[in-house]
């Protein structure tokens, strides 16, 4: 939902898109999978499911999603696994071509498991720093115009995650999972993030939305949902909004010095913390402050 903020970027909208975060997530994949030396089927699939990891997400995404989920019960998992299954209609073509070239199954155990496996490639998707943080944590910086003070680089944290011989390299990993804990407490959970998240989940408590809308792309959704679209780029405080009790999840993300091990050097807690949002009605448009209780 930031997406539509009148609040100034530095990126154009053309490389905020998840099609552009799906590429880059890709990319990734073929890099380390090329220096896995992975047979070559295993490496086409490896890459699908890298494409295909977001493919789920509705316009507006994690900003919509709380409503949408309680309204019909499936987020953007379920919503992807449905479209490579083939189970929607109007885009069952993803699937069919998955079905001729592809190992389907390969693909929905890659993008679905929780194991760690560097033969099968599943560490790639579910391991703490993974293909997917990885790029989504330095297009956070790159938002902000943040990553020319960190100076991030996706293949050496890749390659420090996965491609070592005794040991990864720690300083790289760790500045990585710091910068995370940054983008958490900075972009996410402050009004930066949370205020557009708040005004979309809030539209999708008060009006309907049909379930083929799910499957529809950002253009219907402007010309559908005018108002939710005027609301946020003009940062417009609706009343039900103002003085609400809205519940957050936090993050903190944290290092455990003295272990060596990644899997275990790198932990995070997330709690839920209640926020009232407060309006001092100065001006129709002006953000609301979140305060913590």
Not at 66 to 78: A, C, D, L, N, R
Not at 132 to 143: A, K, S, V
Request: aromatic share 10%; glycine share 4%; proline share 1%.
């Amino acid at each position: 939902a930031i997406d539509h903020s009148e609040t100034q970027y530095i990126l154009s909208k053309e490389k905020r898109t998840r099609y552009e975060h799906s590429l880059y997530v890709a990319a990734l994949a073929f890099y380390i999978s090329k220096k896995r030396k992975y047979k070559e089927d295993n490496i086409r699939n490896i890459v699908a499911a890298a494409l295909l990891h977001d493919i789920g997400h509705l316009p507006l995404s994690h900003s919509a999603e709380p409503s949408i989920k309680k309204k019909f019960g499936i987020g953007h998992h379920e919503l992807g696994e449905k479209i490579i299954c083939g189970e929607i209609k109007s885009i069952k073509n993803i699937s069919m071509v998955l079905e001729s070239y592809f190992d389907k199954n390969y693909i929905l155990y890659l993008l679905n498991t929780k194991n760690k496996n560097k033969d099968d490639g599943s560490d790639l998707f579910s391991s703490k720093i993974n293909i997917d943080t990885i790029d989504g944590i330095i297009r956070c910086l790159e938002y902000k115009n943040l990553n020319s003070i960190n100076s991030l680089n996706r293949l050496n944290i890749a390659e420090s995650s996965f491609i070592y011989d005794e040991e990864p390299n720690i300083g790289v990993l760790d500045n990585f999972w710091k910068t995370k804990d940054f983008v958490y407490k900075n972009m996410i959970n402050n009004n930066f993030g949370i205020i557009p998240d708040k005004i979309s989940e809030f539209y999708f408590i008060e009006h309907e939305i049909k379930e083929e809308m799910l499957f529809s792309c950002e253009i219907k959704w402007k010309k559908k949902f005018k108002e939710l679209f005027f609301r946020l780029r003009n940062n417009e405080i609706k009343d039900e909004l103002v003085n609400k009790k809205i519940k957050i999840t936090a993050r903190e993300y944290f290092i455990k010095q003295k272990e060596r091990n990644i899997l275990e050097r790198y932990l995070n807690t997330k709690k839920t913390e209640t926020r009232i949002a407060i309006s001092n009605n100065r001006t129709k448009n002006e953000q609301l402050d979140l305060f913590k209780i």
